[in-house]
């Protein structure tokens, strides 16, 4: 069974720039995988960032950004800002209706 | 605005059934695939169903496979969940999440979710 991979933390400096990644246990992440990353907050319904690799949800600000980096998706932040702490998600799509969340990356931003 | 809705979770007993429902406004439901996610308590997000706008095509997750049915009516813009051979595992937040057009379309919008307890 595939298993889709992320960093368990991260932190960043507020300022600073951090990237995740969205990894397969097996093989490599491309466009087709259509990754897309979310940011839950407890409490509030999960938010969508990025979809389809790297198209921006709306209203979200522009410095968080979505790419293809070697062999996984990667959700990069610039300007950490405190309210930035959260979990983030990625999921890819497997093909056949089928989707895979990865385990989520806490981000602590100190 | 797109607003969904969900509605139906509770305390429910091992082996035990839940239906929850999923109101959807703000866009033409008909036209759109929808899912549902789940988060148990200290874990990840889990995607367990989706269905196409029509409802000609139904994909499970294998942890639900053959328990729970995903449905909906198009004339009342509802998306269903129908959980049975409940356990102590399904106990979570239920999200529905809109899609776009096609059961390959990312989540873009999501439900404030209903929390689902299996517990004797």
């Known amino acids: 069974q595939t298993v889709v991979t992320q960093e368990p933390s991260f932190s960043v400096s507020p300022g600073g720039t951090v990237t995740l990644t969205c990894g397969l246990s097996s093989g490599s992440v491309s466009t087709s995988y259509y990754p897309s990353w979310y940011q839950r907050t407890p409490g509030q319904a999960p938010r969508t960032l990025i979809y389809?690799?790297?198209s921006r949800s709306s209203g979200v600000p522009d410095r968080f950004s979505g790419s293809i980096l070697g062999n996984k998706a990667a959700l990069t932040i610039t300007g950490a800002q405190a309210d930035d702490e959260s979990d983030y998600y990625c999921?890819?799509?497997?093909?056949?209706?089928?989707?895979?969340f990865g385990g989520g990356t806490k981000l602590t931003v100190l | 605005e797109v607003r969904l809705l969900e509605s139906g979770g509770g305390l429910v007993q091992p082996g035990g059934s839940l239906r929850l429902s999923c109101a959807a406004s703000?866009?033409?439901?008909?036209?759109?695939?929808m899912s549902w996610v789940r988060q148990a308590p200290g874990k990840g997000l889990e995607w367990l169903s989706t269905i196409s706008g029509g409802a000609t095509g139904t994909y499970y997750a294998d942890s639900v496979k053959g328990r729970f049915t995903i449905s909906r009516d198009n004339s009342k813009n509802t998306l269903n969940l129908q959980m049975n051979s409940l356990r102590a595992e399904d106990t979570a937040v239920y999200y529905c999440?809109?899609?776009?057009?096609?059961?390959?379309?990312?989540?873009?919008?999501w439900g404030q979710g209903t929390l689902v307890t299996v517990s004797s």
């Open positions: 389809s690799t790297n």
């Open positions: 703000g866009f033409t439901f008909s036209s759109y695939a």
């Open positions: 999921v890819l799509y497997m093909g056949s209706g089928i989707w895979v």
């Open positions: 999440a809109k899609q776009g057009y096609a059961s390959s379309s990312p989540f873009d919008y």
